[in-house]
Each structure stands twice: as C-alpha cells, then as structure tokens.
C-alpha cells in the first residue's frame, strides 16, 4: 500500500502515483483514509480493515481484467489459489510450495 500523505489533494495523490508510473489499480492512504486509484481516479474505499480493502483492490483487477504488476504477480496468485480463484498466474513451483506450507499451516 501507498502512503499520499505529501499531496494536497487526493487528486494530487492519483497524479503522484501516475507519474512513478503506477498504471494498474493501487491501494493507498490519503490522510488516514484508504482509496483505490483506477486509471486517473481515486475511488474511497469503505472497508473495515486492510484485508477488505485489499480483497476489494483484488476484485477490481478481475472486473476490469487488468493484468498484475510484475513485481506483485507472485503475490496475487498466491491470493488466486488461497481463494480458490481461477488462476491468471502460472504455476510455479515457488508459489506451489507456499501455498502448500500456509494451507497446511491452517
């Protein structure tokens, strides 16, 4: 998650992020509250706790078919196979084994 807390405005913020080159939906914090960034817009997030926000981050790369950053695609198909997903992301054997070790951890 990004932390915006230097902008002035949330839309400041989405500009910030565009500009490091953040093109897929991001999570991030504006003054204590969280927000998606979809393309160029911030969208406020009402959820409870980080897991919410991340579960509905996650859903809204399935509603637009967006792909997943590189740096963050092991991450997102750990979460596919975790929720019993139909996986994106190929399997590898880095990724087949952690799931493993936390599914039998639970």
């Not at 998650?1 to 002035?8: G, L, R, V, Y």
């Not at 409870?48 to 963050?72: G, H, K, M, R």
Request: glycine residues 2%.
């Amino acid at each position: 998650m990004q932390d915006e807390d230097q902008a002035d405005t949330v839309d400041e913020a989405v500009k910030q992020l565009r500009d490091r080159q953040c093109i897929q939906p991001v999570l991030f914090t504006y003054q204590g509250r969280q927000w998606i960034k979809l393309d160029n817009t911030a969208v406020p997030v009402n959820a409870s706790c980080i897991a919410d926000a991340f579960e509905l981050l996650f859903q809204y790369f399935f509603a637009f078919n967006v792909s997943y950053p590189a740096e963050l695609w092991l991450v997102y198909g750990f979460m596919e196979r975790v929720l019993a997903i139909r996986p994106t992301v190929g399997k590898s054997v880095i990724l087949a084994e952690l799931c493993k070790h936390v599914l039998a951890a639970n």
